[in-house]
């Protein structure tokens, strides 16, 4: 069964916008990862933030984790073409990640 | 980042044969290989868990004698799709995982099949 499911299923965006995609969650977690995948490839690791984190960055990615809301965000900052993929976020169940559905961000040069 | 390879990216066979992928961990041992199963704009979906050595361990409604799996070393998990049929058309990953890498999966790049 899906654990995570993304928000909004599509984004599209100018070149040099910020990018926000959400995920909730429905049961305890341990961590939450975000993946990115480009279309008919296979998944890239982005980001893990573990359940007692807040908040992650890395490079141009901002992740934070509501725990008590079983939410997480991903922010993209200065979105650039290349950016344009399919974003999952995994909870895990005993290292075993359970993916939602995606957003699809499409960013416009 | 560990690198997960998948091979073969692409096969395309006729209705009835069998078709084997192979999953391999090329920098790094992986105690435990995941296969999922993604329909065109879907989320993955979740097969079976691999552990070396040992049977794996398939996900509700998947049919074991249908997708074979075997972990026969710590690097390399292989997928076998029995008597492919066109509604087995799909992109097959496998992630893999392990002691050194234990909390994030290393995806490989997918194998795309076509059934005919």
């Known amino acids: 069964s899906q654990q995570g499911e993304e928000d909004p299923q599509a984004l599209s965006i100018q070149e040099g916008e910020n990018a926000t995609m959400n995920c909730s969650y429905k049961?305890?977690?341990?961590?939450l990862q975000w993946y990115r995948q480009n279309s008919g490839r296979g998944l890239v690791h982005l980001i893990l933030i573990r359940s007692n984190e807040r908040e992650k960055h890395s490079g141009r990615l901002r992740v934070t984790l509501d725990t008590s809301k079983k939410s997480s965000s991903l922010l993209i900052t200065a979105s650039r073409a290349a950016d344009t993929a399919s974003y999952f976020c995994?909870?895990?169940?005993?290292?075993?990640?359970?993916f939602g559905r995606g957003t699809s961000l499409i960013v416009h040069p | 980042g560990a690198v997960v390879s998948q091979h073969p990216s692409w096969v395309i066979c006729k209705s009835g044969t069998s078709v084997k992928i192979e999953c391999r961990s090329l920098d790094f041992q992986a105690t435990t290989m995941f296969w999922y199963r993604q329909f065109p704009k879907k989320s993955l979906m979740l097969m079976a868990t691999s552990n070396e050595g040992s049977k794996a361990t398939y996900e509700q409604g998947v049919e074991k004698d249908k997708f074979l799996i075997n972990h026969a070393s710590l690097t390399l998990s292989t997928l076998t799709v029995t008597s492919a049929h066109p509604e087995d058309s799909s992109f097959y990953i496998c992630?893999?995982?392990?002691?050194?890498?234990?909390?994030?999966?290393?995806f490989g790049p997918g194998t795309r099949l076509l059934v005919l």
């Open positions: 049961t305890s977690i341990n961590n």
């Open positions: 995994a909870t895990d169940n005993l290292y075993i990640p359970t």
């Open positions: 992630s893999a995982t392990g002691l050194a890498v234990e909390e994030t999966q290393y």
